[in-house]
Nanobody
């Protein structure tokens, strides 16, 4: 199973980008989805998570108020709207699906399938 992330690019500080992640298979619309990121030389870290219905979300403190996660189950897609981007947001962004709900929602090990990543570069 391969999730397909897209939408990354180069943007100036203060700008916006919207990432998309195509989730294959109709069955995935009942599972939580998450976004993580990994900056060069750093560990992968949690960014945001959304439950299956889209009415419950969670954000890392570093992005709260600037990023919004949303999902469109009819089109099997999860989005990450990123506003007021900062140079420290520069990273490869990954989407992932949690098939066995109950683990730490912010832990990498909780997620079962991952996208290939999309690079976001924020210039100062």
């Amino acid at each position: 199973v391969q999730l397909q992330a897209s939408g990354g690019g180069l943007v100036q500080s203060g700008g916006s980008l919207r990432l998309s992640c195509a989730v294959p298979g109709r069955a995935f619309d009942v599972y939580p989805l998450g976004w993580f990121r990994q900056a060069s030389g750093k560990e992968r870290e949690f960014v945001a998570r959304i439950n299956w219905s889209g009415d419950s979300t969670d954000y890392a403190d570093s992005v709260k108020g600037r990023f919004t996660i949303a999902r469109d189950n009819a089109n099997n897609t999860v989005y990450l709207q990123m506003n007021n981007l900062k140079p420290e947001d520069t990273a490869v962004y990954y989407c992932a699906v949690d098939l066995v709900v109950g683990g730490n929602p912010r832990s990498i090990s909780t997620y079962d399938y991952w996208g290939q990543g999309t690079l976001v570069t924020v210039s100062s």
